[in-house]
């Protein structure tokens, strides 16, 4: 769903469920343009406890960092813009999924640079 969503947003999907040997991971790497997209999806029945990206907390961050670094490394280290995006897909029971797209949800952790 969240891949159909990001097709239709422009996006063009390069790969899902990346796992680098770093211990990073990614959920969906794409392209929007000139910018190379590490994408985090965050899924959930109910917004009761909050919003799905919430629950990108500060390690979450860190490894899907360190998986957009290891993505870096297999294409030896471009020059090229990337950014870290969220989409959360809301089910709730009686409605319509609904998706929504966070860009720039943060920056590359720290300590890494690139």
Do not use: H
Request: proline residues 4%; hydrophobic residues 40%; contains cysteine.
């Amino acid at each position: 769903m969240a891949c159909r969503y990001l097709r239709r947003s422009g996006y063009k999907v390069l790969f899902r469920n990346f796992r680098g040997r770093s211990g990073g991971e990614i959920d969906v790497v794409c392209r929007d343009n000139d910018t190379l997209v590490f994408i985090e999806v965050k899924t959930r029945g109910r917004e009761d406890f909050g919003r799905p990206v919430e629950a990108v907390d500060r390690e979450k961050q860190k490894r899907i960092s360190r998986g957009a670094l290891a993505w870096l490394r297999m294409l030896d280290n471009p020059d090229i813009l990337f950014r870290f995006d969220v989409v959360e897909v809301i089910t709730a029971d009686d409605a319509k999924p609904r998706v929504e797209l966070i860009k720039n949800a943060f920056p590359l952790s720290k300590p890494y640079l690139y």
